[in-house]
């Protein structure tokens, strides 16, 4: 199995650009999860979806952020406009849902950069 | 609020030996807990988890864990470390019935020669 695969690896864009992550989960995985990864804030969850349909957005930042699962092999994170301090590593990660017992397994992270 | 405490924010120590990564969860209903482990420019890989049963957990790479549900601790584990084993530790509770995990700030392991 390929794992989590996340693109771009690394982004690196202006102030005020739209930025769109991707992520494909691990197939036959029923649950994604979109992390953001920084100094200040460590490892902060931003959403997850269970069958495709979010569950828990509340760790969204602000409504620039935006998530969406189109099927089971797809979801993208989307900011628009961007800004200096959405500068981060966002991780996906999916996993197997049985109510939280599952590892998750998570991607390799794109390093995004807002200049 | 759930929250995940590890209270060391680096551990050095030499190889070979052992060392211990503390962590401490906020908790009155059953829980699931996990020990990841991030390698430099990688995502997170699963080292151990505890769901129910035996106390005492093994995980890859010779490290173990043990759940203590008075102290609410999960303290990482391993008797003799190895110049690999450098990389960020976290630890993460998963609260029964949410799927998401709640991390902890982690813990940079440095192991010097």
């Known amino acids: 199995d390929a794992g989590v695969i996340q693109s771009p690896r690394h982004e690196v864009t202006e102030m005020g650009q739209e930025v769109t992550l991707r992520c494909k989960p691990i197939?036959?995985?029923?649950?994604l999860f979109w992390y953001r990864q920084t100094m200040m804030r460590g490892l902060e969850l931003l959403i997850y979806f269970n069958n495709n349909v979010p569950i828990d957005d509340s760790g969204m930042p602000e409504d620039r952020f935006s998530a969406k699962m189109p099927n089971a092999s797809f979801s993208t994170l989307k900011i628009q406009p961007s800004e200096p301090r959405d500068s981060a590593v966002y991780f996906c990660a999916s996993s197997l849902d049985d109510r939280g017992k599952n590892e998750q397994y998570f991607g390799p992270g794109t390093r995004l950069t807002v200049t | 609020a759930q929250s995940v405490t590890q209270l060391d924010s680096q551990v050095p120590v030499f190889e070979e030996a052992p060392v211990e990564l503390r962590c401490n969860y906020s908790?009155?209903?059953?829980?699931?807990l996990f020990w990841y482990v991030q390698y430099p420019n990688q995502g997170l890989q699963l080292l151990l988890k505890y769901l129910s049963g035996s106390t005492l957990v093994k995980g890859i790479n010779g490290f173990e864990a043990e759940f203590n549900k008075s102290q609410t601790s999960f303290h990482l584990r391993k008797p003799s470390v190895h110049i690999s084993d450098t990389a960020e530790y976290f630890c993460?509770?998963?609260?029964?019935?949410?799927?998401?995990?709640?991390f902890g700030s982690g813990t940079r392991l440095q192991v010097q020669p």
């Open positions: 908790s009155s209903v059953s829980v699931y």
């Open positions: 197939s036959g995985h029923n649950s």
């Open positions: 993460a509770v998963s609260y029964t019935g949410r799927r998401a995990l709640t």
